[in-house]
Every structure is written in C-alpha cells, then in structure tokens.
Nanobody
Framework: QVQLVESGGGSVQAGGSLRLSCAVY????????VGWFRQAPGKEREEVAI???????RYADSVKGRFTISKDNAKNTLYLQMNSLKDEDTALYYC?????????????????RGQGTQVTVSS
C-alpha cells in the first residue's frame, strides 16, 4: 500500500509564498507518476503539477511560472513551491501517485491520494 501525508498549507496574503510537502510511504519501486492536485469549494479537482515517470514535469497553465514541483528521492518526499499566490489558488491541495506509467485522463487515475492540506489566499 501507498500512503501520502501532506503538510505546509496555511493562510497567506496574495503575493505571498508557501511550500507544500508530501511524504510518500510504501513499497514503491521504479518509476511512477506523482503530483499535486487541488479542489476548491464547488469546483472539480484539477491537476496542478506532475512529475511523470520519465521525470518530465508538467504544470497547469494557471500556475506556470509561479509554482515549482520537485522531488527528493532520498527522502521520498514531494514538494510544491508556490510563489506569487493569488486568491484563486485557494483550495485543498493534495498529492497523489499513479503507479502505472503512460498517459492518464483525469485526477481519478491517480489512485493513491493523501488527505490534503488547505491553502487559503486572501487579498
């Protein structure tokens, strides 16, 4: 089984920064897709940033240039550095893993998810 535990959320003013962390526990071997997703009240879950099996990163257009995803393999920890935060970034952020490599069609394809950490941005 895979378990993920997020931390680092909080309240911040617009323009500020936060760094989210996600500790990954479990028997994960080889390459896998891992990333950050978010869900705001009344909205669907959306993909924020992904590190794919081949190491390529991809970002939602809304966060490009502001957010950076990274992974420390030695610590089995995933990070999301969020800068220049906006009100519309307010959401529950969670990390998720998809063990199968290859393309995916929705956040639901990432079967293993953490409980999430709340990010609230106010202007």
């Amino acid at each position: 089984q895979v378990q993920l535990v997020e931390s680092g959320g909080g309240s911040v003013q617009a323009g500020g920064s936060l760094r989210l962390s996600c500790a990954v526990y479990g028997n994960i071997w080889g390459s896998y897709n891992v990333g950050w997703f978010r869900q705001a009240p009344g909205k669907e879950r959306e993909e924020v940033a992904i590190i794919a099996c081949d190491g390529i990163t991809r970002y939602a257009d809304s966060v490009k240039g502001r957010f950076t995803i990274s992974k420390d393999n030695a610590k089995n920890t995933l990070y999301l550095q969020m800068n220049s935060l906006k009100d519309e970034d307010t959401a529950l952020y969670y990390c998720a893993v998809r063990l199968e490599c290859g393309r995916w069609s929705s956040p639901d394809d990432f079967r293993y998810r953490g409980q999430g950490t709340q990010v609230t941005v106010s202007s």
